[in-house]
């Protein structure tokens, strides 16, 4: 990872949103195929609600860059923030190709199977990516949701 890279992360892992995005622009404009700086703007770009331009800029990252798990996971985040369901559960597919035991991509598969209605295919996402990570919070919140929205209320008080 580059230095200015390197910054712009920091920034960004900071809350420093406006000044990541200029440095990862910068990167841009220097290379405009830095599949990781298009790839983190296009999470920035989630993160403030621009669903679709965080689309673009992932989308043009995988294209750069084949074979990323953590670009498909954060694409299928983006797809699932947009309503985009069948877009979100393939690039969970995919990401898990990649990366079979990813925890956050498996709570992901399990928040757009949850969209879907489907409360025990949802559940049982999200009971991997607990049993890949035991203290993942919002697994353990997403899975006490799933329980309820199935009518399981005495399971999800326990889990």
Do not use: K, W
């Amino acid at each position: 990872m580059t230095d200015e890279l390197s910054i712009a992360l920091n920034d960004h892992q900071q809350g420093l949103l406006d000044r990541a995005a200029e440095r990862y622009r910068s990167i841009l404009a220097a290379d405009p195929s830095q599949p990781d700086a298009l790839h983190l703007l296009g999470v920035l770009a989630h993160q403030v609600g621009r669903h679709d331009r965080a689309i673009d800029l992932i989308g043009r990252a995988i294209a750069s860059r084949v074979g990323v798990a953590v670009y498909h996971g954060n694409l299928a985040e983006a797809y699932r923030a947009s309503g985009r369901l069948d877009q979100a559960m393939a690039e969970c597919r995919i990401a898990l190709s990649y990366q079979p035991e990813s925890p956050e991509v498996c709570n992901t598969l399990g928040l757009v199977l949850l969209a879907r209605d489907e409360h025990e295919a949802a559940a049982d996402r999200f009971r991997e990516a607990l049993r890949l990570r035991p203290t993942f919070a919002m697994a353990c919140t997403n899975l006490g949701n799933a329980l309820r929205l199935r009518g399981d209320r005495e399971q999800a008080l326990i889990s």
